[in-house]
């Protein structure tokens, strides 16, 4: 119900997307209401976006690697050389703790991106929203649309940055608290860069517009002096 004006658009969408009761009462807006009011909308890719984003919310993600599973990681991974000193064959490490950690830190973030991408491909709403954000982006002169849509999407959804996990600071190795010195990868925000540079933030920037549009008509349609059909 959306008589809680505590609750945003959004997330009554959300619920109203799962909800098993559809009756539609003259007097009270409910989630019936809000379904019919988001078919209205003139925003296609909007509407698209809210059911990709509404998906998003539910499902189930993958942990982030932490700190602790990275060295975990790292002890795995060291390896050793044989060579001959003095006439006495020996094990010497190959790698360094540092290089190991690093080495550890890459492979758990691949898997980490691995599962997302397994995610996102996952999700009902995505096709819809890559087709029509494929079909429109190329009237602005973007090449390889097919290509570089789907990274901005996966932006879109989770903005967190990969370097630092929204933490803003790079971590201390060994240390369970973080450093003084601002993340490189974000410069300290927290969040991960646009990919494709300022094609990709145009299209990023579009995806929102077109989401406020929505949400704006689901409100207007919804307001006690607007009929809803």
């Given at each position: 119900m959306l008589n809680?004006?505590?609750?945003?658009?959004?997330?009554?969408?959300?619920?109203?997307?799962?909800?098993?009761?559809?009756?539609?009462?003259?007097?009270?807006?409910?989630?019936?209401?809000l379904i019919i009011a988001a078919?209205?909308?003139?925003?296609?890719?909007?509407?698209?976006?809210?059911?990709?984003?509404?998906?998003?919310?539910?499902?189930?993600?993958?942990?982030?690697?932490?700190?602790?599973?990275?060295?975990?990681?790292?002890?795995?991974?060291?390896?050793?050389?044989?060579?001959?000193?003095?006439g006495k064959v020996v094990k010497v490490a190959v790698f360094s703790p540092a290089q190991l950690r690093e080495r550890a830190r890459k492979q758990a973030q691949d898997w980490y991106m691995h599962e997302m991408a397994k995610l996102v491909n996952k999700l009902k709403s995505l096709p819809a929203v890559r087709s029509q954000l494929t079909t429109y982006v190329p009237k602005w002169g973007i090449a390889e649309a097919s290509m570089k849509v789907p990274a901005v999407i996966a932006y879109w959804l989770d903005q967190t940055c990969r370097?630092?996990?929204?933490?803003?600071?790079?971590?201390?190795?060994?240390?369970?608290?973080?450093?003084?010195?601002?993340?490189?990868?974000?410069?300290?925000t927290g969040v991960a860069p646009v990919p494709h540079g300022q094609e990709g933030r145009r299209v990023a920037n579009y995806m929102d517009d077109c989401v406020q549009k929505a949400r704006t008509s689901i409100r207007n349609r919804l307001l006690p002096s607007h009929p809803v059909a």
């Open positions: 809680d004006e505590k609750r945003g658009v959004e997330e009554a969408y959300q619920v109203a997307g799962n909800t098993s009761d559809l009756r539609v009462e003259g007097d009270t807006k409910g989630d019936a209401d078919g209205w909308s003139p925003s296609r890719v909007g509407m698209a976006l809210l059911r990709l984003h509404s998906e998003w919310d539910k499902a189930e993600k993958p942990q982030r690697p932490s700190p602790r599973h990275i060295d975990l990681l790292a002890d795995t991974l060291q390896q050793y050389a044989e060579t001959t000193v003095k370097g630092c996990h929204g933490l803003k600071f790079q971590r201390i190795d060994g240390a369970p608290t973080l450093g003084t010195k601002v993340c490189r990868s974000c410069g300290g």
